[in-house]
């Protein structure tokens, strides 16, 4: 079980997972209320006090709410081996979930979790609602992870969101 290898990747790939809405980072210092561990054993994480998993579907989507109404999305592929190809992944989700016009901000950070390879990413783009055009950002992350397979996360934040993610 990679449960050492998820929390740290929770913990130090982007404050915004689990604190405010769908990130790759929990911002660690006793956040943690109980642990969410997969059936089959891949993997467990801590999760904030109030959160829960939502659903899961095919065995390899899962979706975890806050209790202010956060989502965070994560995705494993038992398959993967490149960090690259997970974060271009859960990008690529983010698009999927109504911007498609979304782009990276910056850069994608590059950094090690227990060994293992993880980047995480901000991506801007603009949603239609009615009259108005909402600024969304997507926060995204993943970790291939030493023992095989690999994780992605997508975080979806609005201007609010993000403003209450980098004051953490």
Do not use: H
């Amino acid at each position: 079980m990679n449960r050492s290898l998820v929390s740290a990747v929770l913990r130090r790939c982007a404050p915004v997972v689990f604190g405010v809405c769908l990130v790759l980072v929990v911002a660690g210092s006793g956040l943690a209320a109980n642990t969410y561990t997969d059936l089959k054993g891949r993997f467990a994480f801590d999760l904030p006090e109030g959160w829960k998993m939502n659903s899961s579907t095919a065995d390899r989507l899962f979706i975890f709410k806050g209790g202010s109404g956060e989502t965070m999305i994560l995705m494993y592929d038992e398959e993967a081996k490149d960090v690259d190809k997970l974060v271009e992944a859960a990008a690529q989700m983010f698009k999927d979930s109504g911007v498609p016009n979304a782009v990276l901000e910056g850069t994608v950070k590059k950094l090690t979790v227990n060994k293992s390879p993880a980047r995480w990413a901000i991506y801007a783009g603009t949603v239609d609602a009615g009259t108005v055009k909402v600024k969304m950002f997507g926060v995204v992350g993943a970790v291939a992870m030493k023992d095989g397979g690999g994780l992605f996360m997508v975080n979806i934040l609005n201007d609010s969101g993000r403003s209450k993610w980098e004051k953490q």
